[in-house]
């Protein structure tokens, strides 16, 4: 009995360690079966991770247009005379100076029962008028500006200035209106930069008349004065618009003046003109896109495709088999979608395109 008990006693405690043994193996064998699971599952997803952060994409021949956007302020439309009836005996005004008239809107009465209308919808700039109940001469006249044709004044850089035509057409938002669309067509151009005008301005230095319009508005105001001053004697009376409105001919000022300001280079001032839908007014802010080239066949790679290297040159990721190859480009005209390749590389080469737009720590894109 004594023996029994020991041998089946002995049998258990064998059967125990090898029950240990398992599951220590077992346990084992479980973990390496693991790392080799997170192995092959993970090491392909890093792998291609890697080898996916570029794609590739071909130079190629594109339609690219060149635009330009300019902001500037509206001002008034052409200057007109508008002129009394001869013969007849002056009454009275329906309008004054500065005040907005529509067409067809009686403005200069008669004593007879007539009146003269104003030409188109616009405002009245200037009244030299005789007194009531004096006869109508040729001195007295009526200076209206259209608001029916309204320009856009803005200021264009000078290596701008010779892509631009008389004629050009040209798209404008008016700041308070930006649901909407005006085209216009450019008027004129400046001959002379607005830097070279300040400058002879201030060489002038001794109050010397000028020739500009806005000059010849304040001569006239003197007279103008000058008249009024008079008018006891029976002279003519005379009404003008204060020096201090913003619609010169010339256009405004202001944006002349920031440019000296800026420090950058020459700009030239170019008038676009455009019609009114009646609820745009003289003094509101603008922006206008002008189409400077439009171009095919241009051979062109992504903006994400040109980066800059550490001397600012730009250069391309050039596929060579199955290698890349840093290449230097001459880069011309850009758009929101490709750069121009002047010279580098050519029609049919493929080049790497970072997907994030970063590589090697270099911004991508079309960089002055």
């Known amino acids: 009995m004594d023996l029994s008990g020991m041998q089946r ?15 220590i193996t077992g346990a084992i064998l479980a973990a390496i079966i693991a790392a080799l699971v997170a192995f092959l599952l993970l090491g ?35 200057q007109e005379t508008v002129s009394f009836k001869k013969g007849k005996t002056f009454k009275g005004m329906n309008a004054e100076v500065d005040e907005i008239v529509r067409e067809g809107q ?11 209308e104003a030409p188109t919808d616009g405002i009245i700039k200037r009244i030299k008028t005789p007194k009531s109940g004096e006869a109508v001469t040729e001195d007295h006249s ?37 649901h909407k669309q005006f085209e216009g067509k450019i008027l004129n151009m400046e001959s002379i930069s607005s ?31 000058s008249d009024a001053e008079n008018d006891a004697s029976g002279i003519g009376e005379e009404t003008a618009a204060d020096e201090t409105d913003t619609d010169d001919e010339d256009g405004g000022s202001d944006t002349e003046e920031s440019d000296e300001e800026s420090g ?17 007014r003289p003094g ?20 994400e495709a040109v980066m800059y290297d550490d001397d600012n040159r730009p250069y391309v990721d050039l596929e060579k088999g199955k290698t ?37 720590g270099q911004k991508t894109g079309n960089r002055k």
Do not use: W
């Open 9 to 23: 006693q002995g049998i258990r405690e064998i059967i125990t360690q090898h029950k240990k043994t398992a599951a």
């Open 44 to 78: 392909p997803s890093v792998k291609r991770d890697n080898t996916e952060e570029f794609v590739t994409k071909t130079a190629k021949g594109v339609h690219m247009e060149e635009m330009l956007t300019a902001a500037g302020q509206v001002t008034l439309g052409e």
């Open 106 to 116: 009686p403005i200069i009465y008669y004593t007879d029962g007539t009146h003269t």
């Open 142 to 178: 009526i200076e209206f500006r259209s608001t029916e044709d309204l320009y856009l004044k803005v200021s264009i850089p000078e290596d701008k200035i010779n892509k631009i035509e008389k004629g050009n057409k040209v798209i404008i938002v008016v700041n308070a209106k930006t």
């Open 195 to 225: 830097r070279l005008i300040s400058n002879q301005g201030s060489d002038s230095g001794d109050g010397a008349s000028e020739t500009t319009s806005s000059g010849s508005e304040e001569s006239e105001e003197s007279g103008a004065r």
């Open 264 to 280: 950058g280079g020459a700009y030239y001032a170019v008038n676009i003109a455009f019609e009114n839908d009646g609820e745009v």
């Open 284 to 303: 509101m802010s603008a922006n206008c896109i002008i189409r400077l080239s439009d171009r095919d066949n241009v051979l062109a790679v992504p903006v």
């Open 324 to 360: 890349t190859e840093k290449t230097l480009v001459k880069t011309g005209q850009s758009d929101p979608m490709n750069v121009e390749i002047i010279n580098g590389i050519k029609a049919g080469d493929k080049v790497r395109v970072p997907a994030n737009g970063i590589q090697n």
